[in-house]
């Protein structure tokens, strides 16, 4: 994927013309065009659909999605990058405004935003204070037969405090409500800034027409409760926020690059291009991925992998960017850039998994849609039938009208799922669980079936070679074919053999083994069929077979434990009413005797990838939904083939790719920790929905016949969005001793 750069943009984004935008177009094949924005005064799941129906009706948009708690709009298209011009000015005629997307710059934008929310509440709660006190003068004077020159001066008093309050602290709401009528739309603050400019004037009438009853206590209070809401809303989402905000921060900013004279110099780390030889001091972060070329030291691994052991590098070994560096110096060749290192795709990949939507969040939107124009409707039949019928006067109707408006906003429905996913998703990402999309979630919490991989799944990946042949050139072969590998037992032969002789013209076969030319003659490295082997012992050791035009078959053997937290795992789904399986592509001795100590009774070996693909796919065919757990090359159709997938972060990339979750290398456990984290967000969403349609049930009807002011339907709108966004907080992840 490419991306256009070759545009500097300064001061505020939100500023940014559309015209500017086709420079932050990302190109990927076949002609398709990515761009993600960041939109402001997207506050409800209203403005959300709005933003995603408008830009769907374009027929070049293949993609359009919005993300609530980031701000952020995905967009993708078929076409001339220079169509994003036109999206630009469709989000913006809307009434938004956009800017580039950035998720180091998040943070600033929030501050900003969190601080003139406080700025607003504190203002709004000293005016509601003090007019609540001057209001309760006037009430108690009126039962003591206080003189109305008396309570005309408390009302002007109330007046000078009340007025100039709620135009301070009532901007976010009118900022907010005037945008979107600008743009010939609604949103959640259009009736909020229409009670409170009502509640205002009508004060302000009865005030200079000596009325005796003003409403600035009322009006007051409810921008204090709106903005207690509002404010309490943003640093629930904030929290949300946190796991894509570390992922950023964790990006060393820059690199010292050893320049070809022996100098070297500090560059930003995003000016590091593949082949550069970059210096890393003691106590830094890793800036790039690479290759180490000199220096041997030891690396904290914990906020990339999960993996909490320090690790001892050497020459020769890949580093990944985020990794801190331990006492020594280390010099690495650079293999990727910043935007392309794999710190940066697991950003990428967690902030899509937050744009993506499962059944829940779907079916909430199209709720919303359908519920907002309904709630319009009944807001205008309760207008004109408490003036037209009820008798009441016309500004009285129309807060009654505000009320239903108030009462009835979808912001419970919008944020019933949407807040749940994200603090999951944020939630698994800090106990090294990368979820790679949106309705993953949905999918894992509704399995029958777990399918493992035994090894390095069920294993440690880690075999002890236990028997060898005696022949160097067995030996020689071995020890260079299996360098070209990463699969767990041709790592075991690596570490006991060492590196090798360089292979030539080396092809993996999936599921079966290597074969290359070494010293110009042909050599295979793999299971007993594949090089030529008929029959083969009846132990349970896992074995590699060497072969060559001048070296006849010869066995290796490996003993790879069971992981130490596989019996938990297992018991836990077993518990759980779960079906277990394994499909492994090894020797039926090995795989017995490890599903013999797991008590696991279908199991099935020797089975090359398609196979595993087709038994999966047969499953789901009847109605199934497996979840596969695996790691190899050899698992990839697998993990593409099941309902739901996993696998380790020390797999392979075509295994990562496949699967939905990745999780940390030395723990299965953490297989435990997504399915009950999973659940658990499943049952949370249930509960806010069902909250969300017993509210509106409940509290339309007293809003139509007028029971309730608009401060009390503020208080129960922001009530219930607080609600169901606290509500979600308690979907993220048990703490891991509670795994069972």
């Not at 003090?130 to 020159?149: E, R, Y």
């Not at 979808?410 to 990368?434: K, Y």
Request: glycine share 8%; hydrophobic share 50%; proline share 5%.
């Amino acid at each position: 994927m490419t991306q256009r750069s070759d545009i500097a943009v300064d001061a505020s984004p939100l500023v940014l013309p559309p015209a500017l935008l086709s420079a932050f177009v990302a190109s990927a094949p076949g002609r398709t065009q990515q761009l993600e924005l960041l939109v402001e005064g997207v506050h409800c799941a209203n403005c959300i659909r709005k933003i995603e129906t408008r830009l769907s009706s374009d027929p070049a948009i293949t993609r359009a999605r919005v993300n609530l708690t980031l701000r952020r709009l995905s967009v993708e298209w078929v076409g001339n990058p220079d169509h994003a011009e036109v999206i630009g000015e469709t989000v913006r005629s809307l009434g938004y405004a956009i800017a580039p997307y950035d998720a180091g710059s998040i943070g600033t934008s929030q501050d900003r935003t969190g601080r003139e929310l406080l700025r607003c509440l504190a203002i709004a709660g000293f005016a509601s204070s003090n007019v609540m006190m001057l209001a309760w003068a006037v009430w108690a004077g009126q039962a003591q037969d206080m003189p109305a020159s008396t309570q005309a001066f408390f009302n002007w008093l109330s007046a000078l405090v009340a007025v100039p309050a709620l135009a301070i602290a009532g901007r976010p709401f009118f900022r907010s409500a005037f945008g979107a009528l600008r743009a010939g739309r609604t949103n959640i603050d259009v009736p909020i800034a229409a009670a409170l400019i009502l509640a205002t004037a009508i004060s302000m009438m009865e005030l200079i027409r000596h009325g005796a009853h003003v409403y600035f206590d009322s009006a007051t209070m409810l921008l204090f409760v709106l903005l207690v809401g509002r404010y309490l809303d943003f640093r629930v989402r904030a929290r949300s926020r946190e796991a894509i905000e570390r992922l950023a921060m964790m990006r060393a900013e820059h690199a010292t690059v050893l320049l070809g004279d022996g100098r070297t110099e500090i560059v930003p780390a995003s000016a590091v291009e593949p082949g550069m030889q970059v210096v890393v001091a003691p106590g830094e972060t890793v800036p790039v991925d690479g290759r180490v070329t000199s220096g041997q030291t030891i690396l904290d691994r914990s906020a990339v992998t999960g993996e909490t052991l320090p690790e001892l590098i050497n020459p020769g070994d890949e580093v990944l960017a985020g990794y801190l560096n331990g006492p020594d110096i280390l010099h690495l060749r650079a293999e990727k850039t910043v935007a392309q290192s794999h710190l940066s795709e697991i950003l990428r990949l967690v902030e899509q998994a937050q744009l993506q939507k499962g059944r829940a969040a779907t079916l909430a939107d199209r709720v919303v849609g359908i519920w907002t124009p309904l709630v319009h409707a009944i807001a205008l039949m309760t207008l004109l039938g408490w003036w037209l019928v009820g008798g009441a006067d016309l500004p009285t109707a129309l807060l009654y009208a505000v009320t239903v408006l108030i009462i009835a906003c979808p912001c419970a429905i919008g944020l019933a799922v949407p807040a749940v996913q994200v603090n999951a998703i944020g939630g698994l990402l800090r106990r090294g669980v990368l979820v790679r999309s949106g309705d993953a979630l949905d999918r894992l919490a509704a399995i029958d079936r777990v399918v493992f991989d035994k090894t390095g799944t069920l294993t440690e990946g880690r075999a002890e070679l236990v028997e060898m042949p005696s022949d160097p050139q067995a030996l020689r072969l071995a020890a260079a074919l299996a360098g070209t590998s990463r699969h767990p037992l041709t790592r075991a032969l690596t570490r006991k053999l060492g590196m090798g002789v360089a292979v030539e013209g080396v092809a993996e076969t999936s599921g079966a083994g290597i074969s290359g030319f070494v010293d110009g003659r042909a050599a295979r490295l793999g299971s007993a069929e594949f090089c030529g082997v008929v029959a083969t012992g009846n132990d349970a050791a896992s074995e590699v077979w060497v072969s060559g035009e001048t070296v006849p078959p010869q066995r290796f053997a490996f003993v790879d434990r069971t992981r130490s937290d596989a019996p938990e795992a297992v018991g836990y789904f077993r518990r759980a009413g779960v079906e277990l399986s394994i499909l492994s592509g090894d020797r039926r001795p090995a795989v017995e005797s490890c599903a013999a100590s797991l008590g696991i009774a279908d199991h099935r070996a020797g089975l090359k990838p398609a196979e595993k693909a087709a038994l999966l796919s047969g499953w789901r065919a009847e109605g199934g939904r497996p979840l596969m757990v695996g790691d190899g090359l050899n698992d990839a159709p697998a993990l593409a083939a099941a309902h739901v997938s996993a696998s380790f972060g020390h797999g392979v990339p075509a295994t990562q790719v496949a699967a939905d979750f990745v999780l940390p290398a030395e723990a299965l456990s953490s297989v435990v920790l997504a399915h009950r984290t999973a659940v658990k967000a499943a049952g949370i969403v249930r509960q806010n929905l069902g909250f969300a349609a017993v509210y509106n049930l409940a509290l339309i009807p007293v809003a139509v016949l007028g029971l309730a002011s608009p401060l009390i339907a503020a208080a129960a709108m922001s009530a219930s969005s607080i609600l169901v966004t606290l509500n979600a907080l308690r979907g993220r992840p048990p703490r891991i001793g509670a795994a069972s």
